[in-house]
């Protein structure tokens, strides 16, 4: 086993808190523009080894950080699934929206093929990072990826994924069970090539109609997990049902998830004393709160979140991703919080 705090969490040992940050290699740090200008079509961009590798790096020669997240993107597996997958400037990802009852997305394809800049660059991370950083490797959730196939494109109430789930369920069912085997195979070849934590993204986990939440978040997410392990793969893997409100109880029991990941809008103490007390716990720092500079109440709340966790298993992280106008000199605070924090205990 790796000898670093999140692994050691991840696998059963109460360790000192541990800290990295959700989408903490894009965006908030000038530098990323830089790297970014080398290659402007973002596909092409996540598909360059040099540059996985420079962005990769990146937030670690500006913080103490506990863990490493490989530079990719969720939507690369639909990208590979031969989905005319674009990233435009100021408007995000777009694709051909799916039409329900379409067969061909559900052809027996391996995207792995499609993806082996990321392959190597893990391979490459993993050799030249120390071992006290743990390498994450990560996937969209099959609702969520479903959710930008069917729609095209983001949305706030991905009313078309909705439709198709009511109007055409057969079919839905087997571009799910169709996604499954993709994200497992993807999650595969990332703990292969090295990365030791896998994390799943189910980012637009709301969306799910309740009485389907069981079927699409939580099964779905446990048949993935026994494939990996099926596989011979047991890189703990972390889930994130993004604002899935109490659901998040039967999912921390049931997904056989490792690691839960709370988003800002869960209230911590409710969330110890209801969810599975056998799995770690990461989350769930507003990232909003690392905006304002100068912000007097950033020091209260991350202490009240380690005094709140101080008993349980818990990787400290935000409870979604950093915005681009996150400050350095704010996270550049919270880590140090956090390592004081853990020598005073
Ligand atoms: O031009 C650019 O630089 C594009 C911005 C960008 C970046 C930096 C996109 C487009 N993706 C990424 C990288 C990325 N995406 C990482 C790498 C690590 C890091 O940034 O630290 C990761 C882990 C993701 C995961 C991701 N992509 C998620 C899940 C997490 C979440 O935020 O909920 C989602 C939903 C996406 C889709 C996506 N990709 C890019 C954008 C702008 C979006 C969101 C679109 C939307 O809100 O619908």
Redesign the pocket.
Same mark, same amino acid.
């Given at each position: 086993m790796l000898d670093n705090l999140i692994s050691k969490t991840l696998n059963n040992e109460k360790s000192n808190t541990p800290v990295w940050f959700?989408?903490?290699?894009?965006?908030h740090i000038p530098e990323?523009f830089e790297i970014?200008k080398e290659e402007t079509n973002?596909i092409n %961009?996540c598909l360059n080894e040099d540059l996985i590798i420079k =962005?990769t790096y990146l +937030?670690l020669k500006y913080y103490d950080l506990d863990a490493a997240?490989v530079? =990719?993107?969720?939507?690369m597996i639909p990208w590979a699934m031969k989905r005319n997958v674009k990233?435009t400037?100021n408007f @995000? +990802?777009t694709m051909d929206p799916m039409i329900p009852n379409e067969t061909k997305i559900l052809e027996n394809i391996s995207i792995n093929s499609k993806l082996e800049p990321l392959k190597n660059s893990i391979s490459y991370l993993r050799k030249k990072l120390p071992n006290s950083i743990a390498l994450i490797g990560?996937a969209?959730a099959p609702w969520?990826l479903a959710c930008?196939m069917i729609e095209g494109? @983001? =949305?706030k109430d991905f009313i078309e994924t909705r439709k198709a789930l009511w109007s055409s369920h057969n079919w839905f069912m087997k571009l799910i069970d169709t996604l499954i085997v993709h994200v497992a195979d993807k999650l595969e070849m990332q703990a292969k090539a090295g990365a030791d934590i896998l994390m799943l993204?189910d =980012?637009?986990s709301h969306m799910i109609p309740n009485n389907f939440f069981y079927e699409y978040a939580i099964k779905s997410t446990a048949k993935i997990i026994d494939i990996l392990r099926s596989r011979n793969i047991f890189a703990p893997v972390i889930g994130f049902p %993004?604002k899935a409100g109490a659901s998040i109880i039967r999912y921390s029991f049931e997904s056989k998830v490792d690691c839960i990941a709370l988003d800002w809008s869960v209230d911590l103490p409710w969330a110890i004393m209801n969810i599975n007390k056998d799995i770690a716990i990461q989350g769930n720092l507003d990232p909003a709160s690392l905006i304002p500079s100068r912000n007097k109440y950033l020091r209260e709340n991350v202490l009240t979140i380690l005094d709140i966790m101080k008993d349980r298993r818990f990787i400290f992280n935000v409870g979604?991703?950093?915005t681009p106008d996150c400050k350095i000199e704010n996270v550049k605070e919270v880590i140090s919080i956090i390592r004081n924090y853990n020598r005073n205990i």
């Open positions: 959700l989408r903490q290699a894009g965006r990323y970014r973002f %961009f =962005s +937030p997240i530079f =990719s993107d969720i939507l990233f400037k @995000g +990802p990560f969209g969520t930008y494109k @983001g =949305s993204f =980012s637009w %993004f979604h991703g950093l």
